[in-house]
Every structure is written in C-alpha cells, then in structure tokens.
C-alpha cells in the first residue's frame, strides 16, 4: 500500500493537519503539549494508501539518548520503506528558516525519498507576509539544490490546503507518477 510521511518540528501542526486531510477531529491525537507523538502512527485511507504519522524532530524535554532513539526510527522508516511516495515535511510559516529544519532537510536530500514541504498555520499571516517567508525558505534552500522541491500550504484552522494537497497525493498515487522531489 502507498504510503505518504508526515514529519516536522514539535508543535508545527502534524496531528491537526492529519485530522484535517481525513476530516477526523480525533484521527491524530492534538496536544497543546509538543512531542507527544513518539512512535510511527499508521493510518489506513480507504484500504487504497496509507499516512504515517512520524514522530516530530527536536523536541527539546526529551533525553538526548531518547531523541537519538527517535531520530534512527525515523532515519529507518524512511530508509526501509519500499512502499513510501512523499516525505511532506510540516514548516510553521510564522517562522523564518530554522536550523533543525534546514538539518532535517539536508539529511532528507541524502536519501534520494521525494519530499515537499507542506507550511502550516498559514491562518496566522496575512498573504504577503506568508508570501514573504515562503520566498524566504525557496532562497535558503535554494543555496543547496537546483531545484526545488514542491511547496504546499495549509491551515487546520480554516481548512485551507486541503484539497491540494490531497490532489498531490492522488497523482503520486497513480501508477507512473514521478516522485515530487
């Protein structure tokens, strides 16, 4: 079965945004605490693909031994993971470009696994300046690739981005569908 990762930052809005592409309020438990997912959460759409929660990178009140733990499980899943079309990667949009993003990233691009990037809570920013942060992230990752990968956006709150980035996954879904990254 297909499967689509869902990884990012403690507290960017993974579970929310689980909820929303599913239209189930309490499909992916929402905590205003961060770093409550800790292990994969495997969610079966239809019977036809599935979403892989992925326990969020850089949560600072775990153990180091604990947050390397959950970096190898996630470095596995995405290694080991035959079936695997699209790491979305989850990016606060208030936010400028954070080194442990930028960290993620870098390794991610090692692994030769298609990616986008998926900007949540975009609720919170007026268009331009959400504009202005999203060209911000193209120029800094734009120092290390030629290209760049797909961008979508999206708010648990109004609902908006849905649709997209569920057409995103249905054409990574069809037989000849080329990797998004």
């Excluded at 499967?3 to 993974?14: D, L």
């Excluded at 600072?60 to 970096?71: C, D, N, S, T």
């Excluded at 996630?74 to 208030?94: Q, T, W």
Aim: net charge positive; hydrophobic share 40%.
């Amino acid at each position: 079965m297909p499967e689509f990762a869902f990884v990012g930052r403690s507290n960017v809005g993974k579970s929310s945004l689980l909820n929303l592409l599913t239209h189930r309020r309490d499909l992916a438990k929402v905590s205003a605490t961060p770093g409550k997912t800790r292990l994969l959460n495997f969610f079966h759409i239809n019977g036809e693909w599935g979403l892989v929660d992925l326990p969020g990178y850089g949560y600072a009140k775990v153990g180091k031994g604990q947050r390397l733990e959950i970096g190898q499980m996630i470095a596995r899943f995405v290694a080991e993971r035959a079936n695997l079309r699209c790491v979305f990667v989850l990016i606060d949009c208030r936010l400028p470009p954070q080194p442990i993003d930028q960290e993620f990233l870098q390794w991610l691009e090692t692994t030769a696994v298609p990616f986008a990037l998926i900007f949540t809570k975009t609720d919170k920013l007026g268009p331009m300046r959400l504009k202005a942060n999203i060209e911000d992230y193209k120029k800094t990752l734009g120092k290390r690739r030629a290209v760049l990968p797909d961008i979508l956006t999206s708010s648990a709150h109004d609902g908006s981005g849905r649709a997209e980035i569920l057409r995103y996954i249905a054409a990574r879904l069809e037989p000849d569908a080329a990797p998004g990254a």
